[in-house]
């Protein structure tokens, strides 16, 4: 019988000790684990001693046939082959045959069907200068979805570079603003408008997920030479640095941006006045532009914008700037604060959260449609309200840090970034609006959305989500998991542990597990009861309740249940009819190992009327169980 007894209790321990084994570790992909053991990637959330990745160097040559609508290239991409691998195939994103008859579309907005076309046309593909037949039915070029593979007649063997050539064109979108495309007659923003070469890394080999318009983009950073030729009277504004201002620009407005660039004043280097000149700039239509080490390029252009031009101070130690330009239709309403907004965004960034200073030399904004990030360039519509303005503006100029500093994967995870990005300018955007509080709203908006069916985890590839779900999960929920761990932590160590997670990752290419292991690593505090209730499962809601309140003499009992699944900080404020007496706060860890019921016991010679759990920015799905009246 005792040996019977013995058995039973062991078996208990044992399945007690799994249970608490089970939360105090994550399932770690199969991907993972491979990068773990090929040493590229470590446990603790650090890049390995053998993590590689490739890069390309661009040498691109486009126009702008502004009344046709047709932008045309040539370009030279020189790959740089930095994996143990050979290549034997080489894979080319064409993004804009998302335009095509029978693409397969996800998108944001509808495809008007008066854009959709033959998508990219390709007339010369040439590999260490020699060209392949286009128009062989077994030519070794394949086109499948928004991408284009080219099988080597040689393989790329590793530590060695290859040569593309390749000439193209295609129809600028017209009616449809998929990220980019024409907003007026006259004004283009050119965004994934050049053939780019897919990453292939340590983690899957090549990205061949084909652009399905919803999610994001993954990139290798690459070096850029671009020119760009576009019709008289035009400006362009562009990823990188500029190279020929002087020679494109009058003087009077060349004088004025030189002295901007170096200002924390607001100048107006371009006005209506100046429009109405007509020839705002010289007849040298060639914008010359060079960038280093970024993701991705973009350009825009117009012939009747205005440009504000701005500086800021992004590190006090060595005095670096970044020059702000916004570039805009005069009759916008509250463009003519962006750049005041954009100045303080950046310059909170800087010194605030995540308190590192702003990666790139320039930032333009460009006044064009919805809201969309791209290295040194942001493309961004008119809203009639000032607290939307603040909102979509510093939201974007953000991404500075999350995908372009750090390369994270859009395609698969774009909960990563887009949850930083939406967490991290919270303050400043209160400070230049008070009436706009994303906490409150997305505190909201997740108590009354999360737990429903259609809910999958963050975790799940961003490829596979609707509309709806995509920007819930990836803006919304993410944005609440971050604020509660922040309220767990406390702010000093979330901004430690964010910091070492930007500076052990920056040029690279980070996985969400190492976001994860940096966190655990850096705060010395195992986080995976966290990780895995709010990122690894399918659903989830947060319900807290006072279900028991008992006072005896001078002390005060509370029992508060956790009826939902998710682990929130727990704050408890009592009061003496509408007067605050005392407030009280447990963190979310108090829930590790699926606890469902804590107790908070205290003494207290006030007069206690009622309790009241929760405030505005901790989630519950169910607030009507939330407070407790006292009878004396």
Known sequence: MKKIIFITNLLIILALSLNSFAQENL?????????????????????????????????????????????????????????????????????????????????????????????????????????????????????????????????????????LEIKWDFNIPKYTLLRMGTFDS????????????????????????????????????????????????????????????????????????KKASASDDIINVITEKDLDKSNIRTTNNVWKYKASKVTDFAFSLSNHYVWDVTSVIVDKKTNRRTIVGVAYKNDSENFDKVAYISKETIKSLSENMPGIPYPFPYLTVFNGDFGMEYPMMTNVGTYPDYNTTVYANSHEITHGYFPFYVATNETRHGWLDEGLVVFMPEKIQKKLEPTLDIAKSYTKSFSDYSGTENE??????TYYLDGKIYFYLNYCKTEEALRMLEMHLGEELFKNCLQ???????????????????????????????????????????????????????????????????PIPVEISLFNNDKLIKTISKPASVWKN???????????????????????????????????YIIN
């Open 27 to 163: 399932i770690i992909s199969k991907e993972t684990r491979n990068a773990i053991n090929k040493k590229t990637r470590q446990k603790n959330g650090e890049p390995g001693k053998k993590y590689w990745q490739n890069t390309s160097d661009y040498f691109i040559k486009a126009s702008v046939d502004a009344k046709k609508g047709i932008l045309t290239g040539e370009e030279k991409i020189v790959y740089h082959n930095n994996s143990p691998d050979s290549l034997k195939t080489i894979v080319i994103r064409l993004y804009q045959d998302i335009f095509k008859k029978g693409a397969n579309r996800l998108a944001i907005s509808k495809v008007d069907p008066r854009d959709i076309n033959n998508g990219v046309n390709i007339s010369r593909v040439a590999v260490n200068k020699t060209e392949f037949n286009l128009s062989d039915k077994k030519s070794q070029i394949k086109r499948r979805g928004t991408l284009m593979l080219i099988r080597l007649n040689e393989k790329l063997a590793p530590k060695k570079n290859i040569e």
């Open 186 to 257: 006259t004004s283009f923003f050119l965004g994934q408008w050049y053939p780019q070469i897919a990453v292939y890394d340590d983690i899957r080999g090549w990205d061949t997920r084909s652009y399905n318009g919803m999610a994001e983009f993954y990139n290798d950073f690459a070096n850029f030479d671009v020119e760009i030729t576009v019709p008289d009277n035009f400006m362009v504004w562009a990823t990188g640095t500029p190279q020929n201002l002087e020679e494109v620009l009058q003087p009077e407005f060349y004088n004025k941006y």
């Open 456 to 461: 999958p985890a963050v975790i799940t590839p």
């Open 500 to 566: 070492e997670f930007i500076n052990r990752w920056k040029y690279k290419h980070p996985s969400p597990f190492d976001f994860f292991f940096t966190f655990n690593d850096v705060s010395k505090q195992n986080l995976n009861w966290f990780w895995e209730k709010w990122y690894f499962q399918h659903g989830g809601y947060p319900d807290l309740a006072i279900t028991y309140v008992r006072k005896n003499n001078n002390i005060l009992d509370i029992t508060i249940s956790n009826k939902g699944n998710i």
């Open 594 to 628: 699926n606890k469902k019921e804590i107790n908070v016991s205290f003494k207290t010679t006030e007069k206690i009327t009622n309790i009241k759990l929760g405030n505005e920015i901790i989630p519950d799905s169910n607030s009507k169980d939330n407070n407790k």
